[in-house]
């Protein structure tokens, strides 16, 4: 049987690189694997942005050993951050790794499955290519009805901002930015194909240029929000040097935009930032936010944030609490700072690191005060009634569904449906309670589309089984 099982480690890029395997899997004649033990070609698709993501890479390679050791003719496919990082080392420390496809070698990876689907002849190939299955990929394998919904649409690859201790730059190399008509094209695909939320990804996506016209990341918003088929739109991530006014009025003029601005901050210590060649200083971040806020004053902001970078003194530690407390930031990922071969940080961090012990105490320090912020964030939803598209159901609680209100905040509520019905995936749900993690409440409604009318709910199924 010809199954692909495909697992998804790190950002949104690599969502969307997924999203493309599975398209060209299932052209080639695949269907998906749940597990990785009912497929034959086992796909990882990895990151490298810290240490711990490059270990639990290659932890899960050589996991999979087990499974090519028990099915030979199993094939063991590693893409994304690591494959580009590693190719040649790959080869020798983990030698059962039959390909090995860089983050611009997709092409490649569906002309190979396309040859390899013909090792597997012993099922109806015409049948597979309709089946319209959809599989998740948070770093497990899940299939999900809701996953259609949202689609990931990859804008410009690589970055040419060299922060000093990221990766990408060395490992994706320098921009490279997709022509319009061909990110129209992938939307309108995506749109028809029932996804309801696009979310155009890059690792600096306001940074976008058009490479023919020089059209910018507004006028591609503005592009992709005139599409018909279009329901709702988001963005991520956003590099604070590239946001200006026009980028701010033309959010505040598209209705449908996801009120949801992730702008990664890094540090709120100036030399720090320095330090990081982040390109801006803390006051001219909170300047564009401000001028941001003024044309969008409901949109949520959230950012990336590091702490124990080398030589981080307390001060400059303080710095980050400061804009933290302020509660500018509706969430915040936080990271201890993490070296990564080959980047500038981590010679400074050979020489001059923060202590660990001194890292995770600032860590847990900012937490706690960044907390504050998410969950006064959240608790101002509680008493209103919030409209959000269907994850699926929630990881820890099987009697409950969770999804997704357009500023990204989690909505968790008990199940209100036998099957999965997404020809209905907005819900309104009325919110009585708030955490950090977000809120949680009860489905009065379902809709069509986000601006449609709601149909009324049944009380849900827990209830009704427990009477
Ligand atoms: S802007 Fe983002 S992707 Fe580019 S080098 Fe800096 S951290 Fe890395």
Not at 166 to 182: K, L, Q
Not at 238 to 258: G, I, Q, R, W, Y
Not at 310 to 322: A, H, R, S
Not at 354 to 382: G, I, S, T
Request: charged fraction near 25%; hydrophobic fraction near 40%; aromatic fraction near 8%.
């Amino acid at each position: 049987m010809a199954q692909i099982y495909i697992e998804t480690h790190g950002c949104q890029m690599n969502e969307a690189d997924s999203q493309d395997i599975r398209q060209r899997a299932l052209a080639a004649g695949f269907t998906l694997a749940e597990r990785p033990d009912d497929a034959s070609v086992l796909v990882l698709n990895t990151c490298t942005v810290r240490d711990n993501a490059e270990q639990r890479a290659y932890g899960r390679i050589a996991h999979w050993k087990a499974v090519k050791d028990a099915d030979p003719s199993v094939k063991v496919i590693v893409t994304g951050c690591l494959a580009e990082q590693d190719k040649d080392r790959m080869r020798t420390i983990v030698p059962h790794v039959d390909g090995v496809f860089g983050t611009r070698e997709l092409g490649a990876l569906g002309d190979a499955l396309a040859g390899w689907r013909a090792e597997y002849p012993d099922d109806d190939f015409s049948v597979d290519r309709e089946i319209e299955t959809v599989m998740g990929g948070e770093g497990v394998g899940i299939a999900g009805p809701y996953d259609a919904l949202r689609g990931f649409v990859t804008v410009q690859r690589g970055c040419s901002y060299y922060c000093t201790f990221c990766i990408v730059p060395h490992v994706r190399g320098r921009f490279d930015h997709r022509p319009m008509r061909e990110i129209l094209d992938e939307v309108r695909a995506k749109a028809a194909g029932g996804a309801r939320e696009i979310t155009l990804v890059g690792q600096t996506v306001n940074a976008y240029k058009e490479p023919a016209t020089g059209a910018d990341f507004a006028d591609l918003l503005e592009a992709v929000c005139a599409l018909e088929d279009v329901e709702r739109v988001s963005f991520i991530s956003s590099h604070p040097k590239d946001l200006n006014e026009k980028l701010a009025h033309v959010c505040a003029t598209l209705p449908k935009m996801n009120p949801r601005f992730h702008l990664a901050l890094q540090s709120g210590s100036n030399p720090m930032l320095r330090k990081m060649n982040r390109k801006y200083t803390i006051e001219q971040f909170l300047e564009r936010i401000a001028t941001f806020k003024a044309h969008n004053p409901s949109w949520a902001m959230t950012t990336d944030l590091i702490v124990g970078f080398p030589g981080e003194t307390e001060e400059d530690f303080q710095k980050t609490i400061d804009v933290c407390a302020t509660g500018i930031f509706a969430q915040a990922y936080m990271f201890v700072y993490s070296p990564r071969r080959g980047t500038p940080a981590a010679v400074w961090h050979a020489a001059n690191a923060v202590p660990h012990d001194v890292a995770q105490d600032r860590f847990v320090r900012l937490k706690a005060v960044q907390d504050e912020a998410v969950r006064a964030y959240h608790e101002r939803k509680v008493g209103t009634t919030v409209r959000a598209l269907i994850h699926g159901v929630s990881r820890k609680d099987r009697t409950r569904l969770s999804a997704k209100t357009v500023d990204n905040v989690t909505v968790n509520f008990p199940m209100v449906e036998t099957e999965a019905d997404p020809s209905r995936p907005w819900v309104d749900v009325r919110v009585e309670g708030a955490s950090v993690w977000g809120v949680r409440g009860t489905c009065v409604g379902r809709a069509a589309r986000y601006d449609g009318a709601a149909d009324p709910v049944a009380p849900p199924l827990v209830d009704l089984l427990a009477v």
